[in-house]
């Protein structure tokens, strides 16, 4: 299976501090994407990172992808309140039919 | 631009009665993915169209599931007759340039089979 995988499952922290999700997949992928979704909503794309990249940026998110050990990292620097949400990662696999499969996602809880 | 919208927000049916989803992709955007959310299976797809055609049903668990693409601004998935286990949280996505960018999904519809 393609299907991305997350880890934790759970991260529970503190506002100010840093929120790092990792993802595993198992085959050869032309980009990776992150989404966050709040609790009774739909998914909200965050970032896409290629094959051919090796970092990302986008205001406090990091993402970072390393295909030789097929994963990736989200990191939210100074995380807040409102970012409480699950993450889930979406792996969309080289040739064949380019559909984006997603993990289980992480659930991420910052407390104020 | 008022994103992908779903209806209804919330559905509650009884056992083998015949419900319908609804979709409205976003202008422009030629694909359109059905993707189903529950806590046991996590997020599936259930069925995607490439400008208006089917292309992938696979993820389709039975033939109680139908959907249609009439056109490009509307999209159906069907269930008849619906069961129990038909219980879950069903998206609906778009996007315009396939791979190379990013899903845009409904706040999705709730769907609850009692």
């Known amino acids: 299976s393609q299907q991305g995988e997350e880890d934790p499952q759970a991260l529970s922290i503190q506002e100010g501090e840093n929120a790092t999700m990792n993802c595993s997949y198992k085959t050869s992928i032309n980009n990776l994407q992150w989404y966050r979704q709040n609790s009774g909503r739909g998914l909200v794309h965050l970032i896409l990172?290629?094959?051919?990249?090796r970092e990302k940026h986008s205001g406090r998110l990091r993402v970072t992808l390393d295909t030789s050990k097929k994963s990736s990292s989200l990191l939210i620097t100074a995380s807040r309140a409102a970012d409480t949400a699950s993450y889930f990662c979406a792996t969309v696999p080289s040739g064949g039919s380019y559909i984006p499969t997603f993990g289980r996602g992480t659930s991420l809880i910052v407390h104020p | 631009d008022a994103g992908v919208i779903q209806s209804p927000r919330h559905e509650v049916t009884e056992m083998g009665q015949e419900v319908t989803l609804r979709c409205k992709p976003i202008?422009?955007?030629?694909?359109l993915f059905w993707y189903r959310q529950t806590m046991m299976r996590g997020l599936e797809l259930l069925i995607y169209?490439?400008?208006?055609?089917?292309?992938?049903d696979s993820g389709m668990p039975e033939d109680r599931f139908s959907a249609k693409m009439p056109n490009a601004s509307f999209s159906t998935l069907k269930i008849q007759p619906s069961e129990p286990r038909d219980s879950a949280v069903y998206f609906c996505?778009?996007?315009?340039?396939?791979?190379?960018?990013?899903?845009?999904f409904g706040s999705g519809t709730r769907l609850t089979v009692v």
């Open positions: 202008s422009g955007h030629n694909s």
């Open positions: 990172i290629r094959s051919n990249e």
């Open positions: 169209f490439n400008n208006n055609v089917p292309i992938d």
């Open positions: 996505a778009s996007t315009a340039g396939g791979i190379r960018y990013g899903y845009t």
